[in-house]
T-cell receptor, first 115, second 110 residues
Framework: DTAVSQTPKYLVTQMGNDKSIKCEQNLGHDTMYWYKQDSKKFLKIMFSYNNKELIINETVPNRFSPKSPDKAHLNLHINSLELGDSAVYFC??????????????FGQGTRLTVV | GDSVTQMEGPVTLSEEAFLTINCTYTATGYPSLFWYVQYPGEGLQLLLKATKADDKGSNKGFEATYRKETTSFHLEKGSVQVSDSAVYFCALSSADKLIFGTGTRLQVFP
């Protein structure tokens, strides 16, 4: 039973399209995150939500919009896709964002390729 | 701001060799420190963690000690296996998020 699951695992799309990536966690955690991993494996946080409320919004273009319908789901919608958006996107969750020692559990990643 | 610096890879070793991957950090306050591992085609998994100075995290033969005086959290393993080949990320907790180093690829050959 997968703890943090993302769909799709692979996504190939043309420039200018709009796409969504879905994430669900069954761990009962309060906090969920989106991270972007570039081609050099560098990981950078994009957003985090705690109990459906946005708490971290790093410098990310407005074309990226997270949506959290409930605390078990955090979806990422991307408008007007650009070549530079090609990356692996990871969803993660943790028990409580306020507890800094809490580990994060990661999904398998979604490899987005924009052509 | 807070940051993590890792040694650049790839690190290439023969099976049963000793492994060290260096990690240093810059942080205000007293963060928790983590090592995550990413196997090919998979997400990140927590390998070990330490929450305060002088704590030693350990798991699967890997160890790392939280050294406040040198702001370091080096990863070590006495005898690596081919199955340890992966990318290893050092991370710290900062303002409700994890900040990662750039990752170090480890390749172990039989």
């Amino acid at each position: 039973d997968t703890a943090v699951s993302q769909t799709p695992k692979y996504l190939v799309t043309q420039m200018g399209n709009d796409k969504s990536i879905k994430c669900e966690q069954n761990l009962g955690h309060d906090t969920m995150y989106w991270y972007k991993q570039d081609s050099k494996k560098f990981l950078k946080i994009m957003f985090s939500y705690n109990n459906k409320e946005l708490i971290i919004n790093e410098t990310v273009p407005n074309r990226f919009s997270p949506k959290s319908p409930d605390k078990a789901h955090l979806n990422l919608h991307i408008n007007s896709l650009e070549l530079g958006d090609s990356a692996v996107y990871f969803c993660a969750s943790s028990q409580d964002a306020g507890t800094i020692s809490t580990e994060a559990f990661f999904g398998q990643g979604t490899r987005l390729t924009v052509v | 701001g807070d940051s993590v610096t890792q040694m650049e890879g790839p690190v290439t070793l023969s099976e049963e060799a000793f492994l060290t991957i260096n990690c240093t950090y810059t942080a205000t306050g007293y963060p928790s420190l983590f090592w995550y591992v990413q196997y090919p085609g998979e997400g990140l998994q927590l390998l070990l963690k330490a929450t305060k100075a002088d704590d030693k995290g350990s798991n699967k033969g890997f160890e790392a000690t939280y050294r406040k005086e040198t702001t370091s959290f080096h990863l070590e393993k006495g005898s690596v296996q081919v199955s340890d080949s992966a990318v290893y990320f050092c991370a710290l907790s900062s303002a409700d998020k994890l900040i990662f180093g750039t990752g170090t690829r480890l390749q172990v050959f039989p």
